[in-house]
């Protein structure tokens, strides 16, 4: 993309149940749209797209009325809920722009990133990472288990940006290039860093949450990982037969020990630790393997079935 040109950018927020933070952030992202269009870095044409995920509350009724009121306001309806993933790829397939920018509702992601991110766009980049460099809102319990769960991520294997969720920026061509990968175990944050092409980053400060409640608490993040882990590694499917390889060995071992004492020696005490505890260890190695199998084994089956990842109910504004 050239620097002297103004690009067309889409601003794409996934919502869900969001009605008590949108008309806060939708002041606060066209007041952003307004600066960027004067200082020429941006096109008139820019918009703001929310991508309601199925929600409960009146957060459509409430996109419909911004739409109006906003010109620069557009918003997608999914038929149903699918998930936080499932809504932003919505939105990046279906809206216009040169480039778009993907953040969530409670705008915790720092908007004012966003003009970093159209300057690293127009000096070349087509994906441009936010990086959070600073948690200090966050509990400490929140800050141990978001770290610990980008070292997981990285123990397994799955490449991703330390201390970057879905706030990024992407070019139309890194867009199109990203429907070439037809996962329906949807890991964004996975999947974009596989597409390649010149990418940057950015890093800000992590804001409160100004309404409403987190849609990723503790549950949902080792939610998150595990999906991560399962789209994108064998790596537990490793772990599971070097288990049973020491297992063996060890069961060998212990089978010579229990003869030598049989044959050799008469201290053999009949007794119910011998019996009894290896049944417990290898049945509960056996039952974790079979659910680790299972797992990728379901992963599998929704895959071949090639269901579509959403269905877009209603537009307005796009």
């Not at 994906?127 to 929140?142: E, H, L």
Request: neutral net charge; hydrophobic residues 45%.
């Amino acid at each position: 993309m050239g620097v002297q040109r103004a690009i067309q950018l889409g601003i794409v927020v996934p919502c869900y149940n969001e009605e008590p933070v949108l008309r806060d952030t939708t002041t606060r992202l066209l007041a952003l749209l307004d600066r960027l269009i004067a200082a020429g870095k941006i096109a008139v044409a820019s918009r703001i797209y929310y991508v309601d995920d199925g929600s409960r509350d009146g957060t459509w009724a409430l996109i419909e009325e911004l739409a109006q009121q906003h010109e620069r306001v557009g918003g997608l309806r999914l038929s149903r809920n699918r998930g936080h993933q499932n809504a932003l790829l919505a939105g990046l397939y279906t809206v216009p722009g040169d480039a778009i920018v993907s953040v969530d509702a409670d705008l915790q992601d720092d908007v004012e990133a966003i003009e970093r991110m159209v300057d690293a766009c127009h000096d070349g980049a087509d994906i441009v990472y936010g990086v959070r460099d600073d948690r200090s809102i966050d509990t400490a319990f929140k800050r141990w288990t978001a770290q610990a769960f980008y070292r997981l991520m990285a123990l397994f294997g799955v490449e991703i940006v330390y201390n970057h969720a879905d706030f990024r920026l992407m070019s139309r061509r890194a867009i199109d290039a990203l429907r070439d990968y037809h996962e329906v175990n949807l890991f964004l944050r996975g999947i974009v860093p596989l597409i390649g092409f010149p990418t940057a980053t950015v890093s800000y400060a992590r804001r409160a949450r100004r309404a409403g409640e987190s849609k990723y608490p503790s549950r949902r993040m080792l939610s998150l990982a595990w999906e991560g882990i399962t789209s994108f590694s064998i790596t537990p499917l490793r772990i599971v037969t070097a288990l049973g390889a020491v297992i063996f060995a060890l069961t060998v071992l212990m089978s010579f020990y229990v003869l030598g004492v049989r044959l050799l020696t008469d201290a053999a005490v009949p007794g119910w630790a011998s019996t009894v505890l290896p049944i417990y260890l290898l049945g509960g190695i056996q039952i974790l393997s079979i659910g680790i199998l299972g797992e990728y084994l379901g992963k599998i089956y929704r895959e071949v079935k090639q269901r579509p990842r959403y269905v877009v109910q209603q537009t307005v504004n796009v």
